[in-house]
Structure formats: structure tokens, C-alpha cells
């Protein structure tokens, strides 16, 4: 499986990480490189198995219905990089 | 006396109680190590402070003759992977820049509430991914053993990863033990390179909540010790349900100090035929003999095992750990916390952020895991794994029809030199061939340190159990403990 | 009443399929303890799980099981006791995770079907697609600053049912139908406050066009948050003629998501995305699959309310009101239960009449609903009873009626106080008759002659006579005893 610039290109934008043009080429090499690797897997005949749900052989548990967090706002935006008045802030969005 | 900082947890409890030392004291001694040993990079972040603060504490508790812990004043290292309130939380990625959680893991909270001290926050590879603790942002950290002979005599050693800062800290006697956890060995490697005894529990065994999460339906946290006993007492400490967490098995907590009798006597080990590789190092392949010979000298029964699918768990790994992750590091935007890199718009933002904030390997496991969950690419490569995963827990769960506990090598290759395997990802990633299909599957594994390498440098074997059974697998790793007698220490002075 | 639009190159149809979020009744979220109400101050209903701090994990809410569980059972739909949460992956300000735990191929509730009740009585059947739980995301405020978007993670977590239409729907009335009865049907489960202004029940609309009587299913577009009836039936209108316009000038419909915009009654392209979306869904791990047994079902099933169609169907049969009528009545459960209140032990079409004829021009006019209704139930039962025992006619009774109105009496009061009771005296009645018979020599004359239609100048005649309150069935008996002897 191997893997162009563009493909590469687009996946770090779905994944939002900006990668320099120069640095595309080696990359795809590198992602292509392990994907091969991988590709192993396509030897094995999987019909009929089932995929792995989880290993935990438990059911999923729930929870009551009751208030019992939030009203935190400090400890929310306590670390964030640019609050205001009570707000998280990113750059404008233009809908 | 033995050195403060030679001590076992066990050791440093009876030496509490005999009040041969008080915690401060061997908080002190253990501080002053941590500072000493400050080279080997370990810690990102020391907190002293806290530490003396918890031992004096301590001490309050014991003079008073108030209940203690199960750990009551024992300093221990915390994998920086672990919140920490107040305390500066980083997965050793620059992206989590400042970040000081306003509250504390689950394990974390409840070794506290045993008593444990904290020292500070070990170093690791970047959001746990790596195997020999080279993509910390923060800097690598270094093995405290030395290779006596060989091609890497005398050169700085990593210490293996994810959790290489935490079995350095343990290795050098500047903890008396310390938390790690284990996606696909980064409990288990790490141990095996550096001569300590690493735990991965069950998965669901210890809560996740409040643990960063790497690969989520393989993540565990679990002890990094200098014995097996230390192991079970930590564990202990650590492990209960936790509602907060919904993977968490609600389970009670056995004493599993109590288990190790020492007794192992009809006790059915399975050897699996596919652990022997092809290439194989004689010398991983005579200490496993060892490992085989000491426990049918104990009185176990032998047995070959068969685990078909073993061949395939590192791709299955290398698609699902990278898929979970691709979606649990998405929330490292910029917006609430950590690092933010500003942009123009938001898109902006979140690519300088995220470009700048993650580190390559980090990059390429969030590149690899969202090509793997693409449209059109979602059936052949995350479906697939998710199938031979299947068929891998199956592969076990035939195995332990038949025995008890599975004897396999932790790793492949003793501790190896800062800057080898850097190039090539996929030599890297075969540093955990031996400890990913306990991790697919769910299962408790152990590392024990068993013998050196021609080179000096320690090797482990590893110990698998059945699900939740953690009693019988220490019970047999307790065993090859003592048939061991490991005694060695790394070269450097601790 | 076939939707047609007519093109030049001949007639094309309409395909509308509705997906709908309904905001789920719980008191916390869906997968955290943080509170659900409606208009806090800022990122103050926020736990660190929905705020996606490092290491937080989701647990679900119970109640939103239940709650989905209900809402699948009124829609008649298969419930699935297995279903699984899988991860949306995508990048926005107000999606903390950078994904939204919803449910992709195994949703909790399957396929149902919902009664349309249209003019003139009408009704149709449109298939459910299918139900799931997921998690709403916070609020970008674009407004507070000119550089900076804020962000408000509120509603954050909050459980959505996301309601899927099978796309059977072919014209705007049908759409605005849909949206009444499923509004209907989740307001009396008290699964979903149906509060379109608030946010708690959102469309997108789907649309494609064909040459009518075609079966084919061309490509749609998506437009989306349309927030009113009244929005969605524009939206399709406008779509539906966009597309025929593009067929017919050669072009083709692209699949893309829309936005309506309300003060032009038009939908618009969002700003074309330089890559298209890719949400990559897959179980989240941090859950396992959602599992309940058959026998919560059934517990749930035991204990559902009377849904609209149910009480609908009885109205009709038991009480013989008109389909219409009775579609009216039950379409708010408050309406029903005033109605319910007013017609127990009554003239039931007599209360329809009353609630239906009257009362609901009262309320339109004066923007209130049933709940702040200015006539109590039980004073307008009393009205009916008036009028059923002949105390008062009819036509009386309307006047009464806006005395209690403007004063809030019991209309028995009323009746009293203003002397307005009928008489039923023959002897009184009888004396007035023979007047107007005597008044009327010319009259009497024409209805003798055949015009049976000058009756009516007789009545008013006595009518007058007695203020209105002689009981007009003895009046014409009267009459007719007299001029026809």
C-alpha cells in the first residue's frame, strides 16, 4: 500500500496537522513503509469472525440520573489559553 | 542496614514499622537520589516538596497510631501519563504545555490514600508511544545500566518505553517503585531492559479515569517494582472498580501479596511454539529455557501451547492502537488547554497547534490511525484487525483450556543504545512482539528479571496469567523470582 | 392532494426525507453528571468529561436509555437490545472531543412508522428509518467579538435522539404534518419538550426532485437546522424548485449540505469545504456495547401513555367525532385532557364544538395556550350543561360565554345575574306567538301560500319579544301548531 503526497496531504488536514511540503514525500515513504507492513494481515481468512467489541467481558454499566458535576467553570477554563468572560475563545469562525 | 535507597517496598514498610527510619527520611534519601540522578532524565517534573509534605504526614499517621496504607509512606515515581491536581501533567508532549490538572486519576487518588508518597512525574516516550522512551519532548531518558562488553559497552542505554522514566527511576534506586501503564508492553519492555519487575494487570483491573488515554480499549496501568512481592502490594493499592470508568471491572480486590505461597507445585505452564522465532537471539532462547527449567524444577508441569495467530498481533496492534488514538488526541486543540499556536481561522489554529505541538512519532501513529478509519479504508484495515484480534483472545483462551500461566521472553533484545532503531518505525514497533498479544487480549502479563545478557545487561521473562487470575500469575512469577536470585544492579552508583 | 412542481419539460415531484434531534428529558447528560437546564450562564453546566479534559471518560445515563427506549416504542420501531456508540471524528470549536459519541450501524431503535394527520382528515403512514442516542455539541457565539468566536460547552453532552425518516414524504404539507405528529408523539412521552425556539427540536430536511410518477431516488441535498414548521415547508419549497430549475437547464444536483436562510425564505450552499467530510466512525472503546434486557422493554412498553393516535381513535369511535375534529383535539396533550375535562359526562361533539369553534379562536388571538386558557374546563362544561338542559339556547350561550371572558364567571352565575335564563313557559311563549301571528296578517298570508322560509321572520318576531330567550324548538313547534291549523 503506498501512499501519495496528496493522500498524505489529506489526511493531515482530517487529522489537522499541518505538514510542511517538503516534508510529504518522506512522510508517505515512512506511513507507505508501514502500511506494507501491515498489509501481512491480509494474508489471514477472517470470514466469519466476528470483530473484537472489547475485551472486557463485562456489560456496560449506568449511571443515575442525578446532577452530580459541572458548576465548575473555574476548574474548566482554568487552563485555557484565552478565556473571556467566562468563554473558551478560538479564532472567528465564519459560518 | 541497607541503603534507604535499595529498599523494597516491602522493606521499607517493615523498616517504617520497626522505626528503623521515619517516611521522611526515606523520602529525603530518595529526593536527594532523584536529584543525583537528575542525568539519567527521569523525572519531568520533581515535587520535592509534596513528597516530604505526604512522608511527614506519614509519620503523623504512624506516631498517632491511626490506620495506615497498604503503602503508607513508601515513595514512589508517577508516570507523567497519570493527572496529578496542582501538579504539572504533561504525557511528555509538548502540546499539554502548562497544563495542570484540576484533578487526580482514579490510581493515582488511591495510592495516595495507601499511604504512597509522591516523588514526581516520570518522564516517557510522547503520549506513551514509543518503546524505548526516545520521543519524550521533554528529552530522553537514559538507561541506568551500562553494557560491560560488546558492541554498546559504556554507551548511554535507553531504558525502553512507554515508561522508561518510571523503570530508570525504580533501576536507579531513586523510587522505591512507580507507576506505568501498558498499551502493548510499555510496562513489560521497560522492566525487561532495566532490571525491575513490571506488572500489566487485566484490563479493567485498574481505572483509566484520569489516566491520558493513548489507545483506550488497551490501556492499563499497572506497578514497576523491584520484586514480584512489591508488585502484588502495589497492585493492590492501585487496582479497584471505578464507576467513573465504564471499561472498569467491578470486581473486588483479592490480597494478592497473600498469594504467593511460593508454592507452585502442579502448576501447568505453557511454552507457545510461535514464540520461537525465526532469527531468534540464542541468548533470549537460553533464558527461557532457564525460565522452563527453573519452574519444572519447582514442580510445574510443561506443556506446548499453541497461539497461531501471534504472528500477526503487532499489524493488528499497529491498526488499532493508532485508530483509538487518531480520535482520543483530536481533543489536543488548543481551545481549553495546553498549547495553542495561534492562525488565521480556526483550521489555522488547530494544524499550528497540532502540527507544531505533537511530536513525529505522535504525527505519524495520528496519521496511520485516520487513514485506517477512512472512508473506504475503514473495512480492509480497522475491521480486519478488530477480526484478528478476535481470533488472537481466542488463541489464548484455547491455550488456557490447558494451562495456567504462559512462560514467554519480555522482549527480544537486551536495553539497546540511544540512537539505534531511530530510522526505521518498524523496528522499533518488533521491540514489543512478545508483549502486544497479552495486551490484545486483555490479559495480565509480568516481567521478571531473570539473568544478564553476555553484555551485562538484565533480561526478563515474561509471565502471562488468565484474565483476573493476577494471583496465580504472581504466584509463578514468584517462582521464577526465586529460582533467579537476580541480585544485580546497574553499574552506576544510585 | 398531489405537490407538483410544474417545469418546462413537464411535471417532477418532490422526496423528502426529515432527519430531526430531539434534546432527550433527563436531568443530566448523556454521559456525564453535569445538568441539562435550559439558558445557564456560560460554560457553568460543565463537567471536565464534557470538557474533554485529559484522561475523562464517558458513563452513560441511564434515563436516556429509557428515554430512547420510549420514543422507539411510540414510533412503533423495532428496539434494539444491543446497539453500539461509535465516535464521529471531526474538528469543530464547540466539539470538545474532537469527535461526538453517537451510534452509527447498530442504533438503539430500528425501524417505526409515524401517522400523518392531514386536511380534510386525511391520513398517511411514513416509514422511521431509525433512532440513536448521541451527544449534542456547545454553542459558538460569533457575535461577542469582532476577531474571536466564543465558545459555550452548556449543552455540551447534553443526549439527542436523532430521528431518521424513510424518505416518504411529497410535499411540504407532509413534511410540516411529520413534524407536528412527531412533535406530538415525544411531547406525550415526555421524552422531548418539542420546543423548537429553544433548540430542543431541530430538522434537517433532505430533498430531491423526479419527473413525477418516477421511482427513482436522485441525488439529494441536505439543508440543515432549519428551526420551525413553517421553515420547513419554505425550505422544501425553494430546494425542491432549485433542483427542478438545475434538471432542466442540463445541470446536475450536487450532494452537499445547505443552510436556510429565514429572511429569505431561501437555502444557500454552505461555503464550499476545500475537503469533504470523513467522519471515520468506530466503536468507541471507552464504552462497551449498550445491552438491556427485553424485559425493560416490556416494562417500558407497560407504562406508556395514551399516544395521540391511540386517543384519536377513541375520540372517533367512542365520542363520534369527526377524524378531523378528533386530529385537532389531540394534537397537544393539554388541549386533549382540557377537551377530556370539558366533554366527561357530557355531549362530547357538543365540547368538540365548544373547545374547537370557540375557545381556540379566544386563545390564538390572545397568544396564550390551553394551560393559561382564560375559560376553565370545568366553566365551559358548565356552559354545555346549560345549553344540554335548555336553561339557556345556543345562540345564548355564545353570549354568555364572552361574559365569562371578559369577567371569568361561572356561567351559571352569569345566567343568573343577567336574567338571561330561557323560557320555557308555553303559556308566556304561546302569548307571543299569537302576537307576531297577529302582527303578521301579510305573512301569514305567504307562508300559507307555500313560502315555508317565512317562518323565520316569526321566530325573530318572538325572539324579540322575549330578549332572545325563548327555547327556539318550542317556538317553531308553536308557530307551526298555529299557521299550519
Known sequence: M??????????????????????????????SSILDWIEQLQELDTDGVPPMASVAAMKLPQRKDVVTDGNCRDAVLKNAPDPEDGFYTVPKVVE | MTKLTDLTIRGALDGLAAKEFSAAE?????????????????????????????????????????????????????????CTEGVLTTAAS???????????????ANLRSAGAVMLGKANLDEFAMGSANITSYYGPVKNPWKATDGKDAGKDLVPGGSSG?????????????????????????????????????????????????????????????????????????????????????????????????????GLKIGIPKEYRMDGMDPEIQALWDQGVNWLKAAGCEIKDVSLPHTKYALATYYIVAPAECSANLARYDGVRYGLRIPGDSLDDMYMNTRGEGFGHEVQRRILIGTYALS??????????????????????KAAFEDVDVILTPTAPTPAFALGEKQEDPVAMYLNDVFTVPTSLAGLPGISVPAGLSKSGLPLGLQLIGRAFDEETLLRAAHAVELAAAFNHKPGREG | MTYVIKGETGDWEVVIGLEVHCQVISKAKLFSGAATDFGAEPNTQVSLVDAAMPGMLPVINEECVRQAIKTGLGLKAQINTTSVFARKNYFYADLPQGYQISQFDQPIVGEGSIILDLEGGASREVGIERLHLEQDAGKSLHDQDPKRTFIDLNRTGVALMEIVSKPDMRSPEEAGAYLRKLRSIVRYLETCDGNMDQGSMRCDVNVSVRPAGSTELRTRAETKNVNSVRFVMQAIEHEAERQVGIYENGGEVVQETRLFDAQ?????????????????????????????PQSLVDEIQSSMPELPDERKARYVGDFGLSPYDAGVLVQEKDTASYF??????????????????????????????????????????????????????????KDVFDIMLETGDAPGKIVEDKGLKQIT??????????????????????????????????????????????????????LKDKLDT
Not at chain 3, 345 to 364: P, T
Not at chain 3, 434 to 455: S, W
Open chain 3, 340 to 397: 377530556e375535562a370539558v366533554a366527561n359526562g357530557r355531549d362530547a361533539k357538543l365540547a368538540a364544538n365548544w373547545v374547537i369553534n370557540n375557545l381556540f379562536g379566544v386563545l390564538a388571538g390572545r397568544g396564550v395556550d390551553i394551560t393559561n386558557s382564560p375559560v376553565s374546563a370545568e366553566h365551559l362544561g358548565e356552559l354545555i350543561d346549560l345549553i344540554s338542559d335548555d336553561t339557556i339556547s345556543g345562540k345564548i350561550a
Open chain 1, 2 to 31: 503506498s501512499l501519495d503526497k496528496d493522500t498524505v496531504k489529506n489526511i493531515a488536514y482530517l487529522a489537522r496537522i499541518r505538514v510542511d511540503d517538503e516534508k510529504l514525500e518522506p512522510l508517505a515513504g515512512e506511513l
Open chain 2, 375 to 396: 472512508s473506504g479504508y475503514y473495512d480492509a484495515y480497522y475491521i480486519k484487525a478488530q477480526k484478528v484480534r478476535t481470533l488472537i483472545a481466542n488463541d489464548f
Open chain 2, 26 to 82: 526515606l523520602a529525603e534519601a530518595h529526593i536527594q537520589a532523584m536529584e543525583a540522578g537528575r542525568d539519567l532524565n527521569a523525572f519531568i517534573t520533581e515535587t520535592p516538596e509534596i513528597a516530604l509534605e505526604r512522608a511527614r504526614e506519614s509519620d503523623n499517621r504512624r506516631a498517632k497510631g491511626d490506620a495506615l496504607g497498604a503503602m503508607d509512606g513508601v515513595p514512589i515515581a508517577m508516570k507523567d501519563l497519570f
Open chain 3, 264 to 292: 429569505k425564505g431561501v437555502t444557500r450552499s454552505m461555503r464550499s469545504k476545500e475537503h469533504a467530510h470523513d467522519y471515520r466512525y468506530f466503536p468507541d472503546p471507552d464504552l462497551l456495547p449498550l445491552t438491556f
Open chain 2, 94 to 108: 509538548h502540546i499539554l504545555d502548562g497544563f495542570t490538572p484540576p484533578y487526580e486519576s482514579t490510581v493515582s
Open chain 2, 165 to 265: 522514566g518510571s523503570a530508570a527511576a525504580v533501576s536507579g534506586g531513586m523510587a522505591v517503585a512507580a507507576t506505568g501503564t501498558d498499551t502493548g508492553g510499555s510496562i513489560r519492555q521497560p522492566a525487561s531492559f532495566c532490571g525491575i519487575v513490571g506488572l500489566k494487570p487485566t484490563y479493567g483491573r485498574c481505572s483509566r479515569w484520569g489516566v491520558i488515554a493513548f489507545a483506550s480499549s488497551l490501556d492499563q496501568a499497572g506497578p514497576m517494582t523491584k520484586t514480584v512481592e512489591d508488585a502484588a502490594i502495589m497492585l493492590g493499592a492501585m487496582a479497584g472498580h471505578d464507576p467513573k470508568d465504564s471499561t472498569s471491572a467491578p470486581m473486588a480486590v483479592p490480597d494478592f501479596a497473600a498469594a504467593l505461597s511460593g508454592d507452585v507445585k
Open chain 3, 425 to 478: 313557559d308555553t303559556g308566556a311563549i304561546e302569548a307571543a306567538v299569537d302576537a307576531a301571528i297577529a302582527a303578521g296578517a301579510a305573512q301569514v298570508e305567504q307562508y300559507r301560500g307555500g313560502n315555508e322560509k317565512i317562518l323565520g321572520w316569526f321566530v325573530g318576531q318572538v325572539m324579540k319579544a322575549t330578549q332572545g330567550k325563548a327555547n327556539p324548538g318550542q317556538v317553531n313547534k308553536l
